[in-house]
């Protein structure tokens, strides 16, 4: 885990010179279009049905765009994709190699009572991916699921020309979901895993910096919380239920147009 903490605090370390040697002259609002990317890193816990449980860090990249203004519609799509640096370890030698995929894209309406303050409701459409490889028996479970993201976000600008702080909140209601469990020498098993659902929170804490006439530079750093769950437990007795949460921080460079 070295290399990677030595990497998160290279990241932070270069926003933060880069972006304080930039003049703030702009509102948030004059430039509605966002463009943001960078890595992700978190703590996991995976628990395979009677499996014990699994645990581990990973990392991986965030990349979302958006266009929101006041009182006006809001869209937004984004893709995260983790992996594990080494094996995700669990009990009596259990090891993991871990692939988490997800996007989404949602639109919404953003009230704003207050020039400080907004309240955007939101809906969606989103897909999950897991692919979950166990050592030493070599089996792997893929499990997918198309979704419908429901939440809100509330935004509160603390300072009108560098600091906005934000939560997020979905709920992501299972539409399909279905699994795959391939074992080497042996014919993949499918199954409609019948029921999915997730929960996402996060408090993004961003920095907005004017850089040019056209083009404006924001730092993100976003805090959050991810739960999801595939197969209720008593609906199936061909899969392993699978239930993961990840706790984690987002290191992120943006643009404004």
Not at 21 to 28: A, E, G, V, Y
Not at 48 to 57: A, P
Request: hydrophobic residues 35%.
């Amino acid at each position: 885990m070295t290399k990677w903490r030595s990497l998160s605090f290279f990241l932070v370390s270069t926003s933060i010179i880069f972006t304080t040697t930039l003049d703030s002259k702009r509102s948030f609002e004059e430039k509605p279009l966002q463009i943001n990317a960078g890595p992700l890193f978190n703590y996991a816990q995976y628990n395979l049905g009677d499996l014990s449980k699994i645990e581990g860090h990973l990392a991986g990249i965030h990349i979302d765009i958006q266009h929101g203004t006041p009182s006006r519609w809001y869209g937004y799509a984004d893709f995260d994709g983790r992996w594990n640096p080494s094996f995700v370890c669990g009990e009596q030698d259990l090891k993991s190699t871990v692939h988490d995929y997800r996007t989404q894209g949602f639109f919404g309406y953003s009230f704003h009572k207050t020039a400080s303050c907004s309240f955007t409701p939101f809906a969606g459409l989103g897909f999950y991916h897991l692919s979950d490889k166990l050592k030493p028996n070599i089996m792997t479970y893929r499990y997918s699921t198309l979704y419908i993201p429901i939440g809100f976000k509330g935004e509160w600008i603390v300072h009108p020309e560098c600091l906005q702080i934000s939560l997020t909140a979905l709920y992501r209601a299972g539409v399909a979901s279905w699994a795959k469990v391939s074992t080497p020498g042996q014919p993949s098993s499918y199954e409609d895993a019948r029921y999915a659902h997730g929960v996402h929170i996060e408090i993004p804490f961003l920095w907005y910096h004017a850089w040019g006439k056209k083009i404006d530079l924001q730092t993100k750093f976003v805090p959050f919380f991810d739960w999801h769950q595939f197969n209720k437990p008593g609906n199936s007795q061909q899969i392993v239920q699978l239930d993961r949460w990840h706790l984690g921080l987002q290191f992120i460079l943006g643009l404004r147009f």
